[in-house]
């Protein structure tokens, strides 16, 4: 008996250690928070991860094409967050963690809606250092 609490005890040490590094966010420079407005081209509210596609109209006139990781859909929900409050072809604003090796790739800490409300990604993902206000 006292085996199999300790294997258990210690199956759960190990999946949690594991469920931590899948949730790191260290690849993201949160030191140096950008903000973007922009287009969104696809909304994903899919698990593991919401995804924001971004359209970001660059000086040229070009679209630069952002991909923003958002928490999951459970933590969203808890945060306010619906399925359906952010459509292709909102214009939206953001204030992101950027990928550190400069890929269009970022982490979201903000959106504002075109409506004005403003959102945040939840806990684990810290908060928006700059604002859009």
């Not at 008996?1 to 210690?10: Q, W």
């Not at 928490?71 to 963690?97: E, Q, S, T």
């Not at 075109?114 to 928006?128: I, L």
């Amino acid at each position: 008996m006292r085996i199999s609490v300790a294997a258990f005890g210690l199956g759960a040490l190990i999946a949690s250690v594991a469920a931590l590094a899948h949730h790191s966010f260290a690849m993201y420079d949160n030191e140096h928070q950008v903000k973007l407005q922009g287009e969104v081209a696809q909304f994903q509210w899919t698990n593991p991860h919401v995804y924001i596609e971004l359209l970001v109209k660059q000086a040229d006139g070009a679209d630069k094409h952002w991909s923003i990781e958002c928490a999951n859909p459970g933590i969203l929900n808890r945060n306010g967050w619906k399925f359906n409050m952010i459509k292709n072809g909102d214009k939206v604003k953001v204030v992101i963690a950027p990928l550190r090796t400069g890929e269009p790739v970022a982490l979201l800490k903000e959106v504002v809606l075109p409506d004005g409300r403003v959102f945040g990604n939840g806990g684990p993902a810290g908060p928006a250092l700059i604002h859009w206000d």
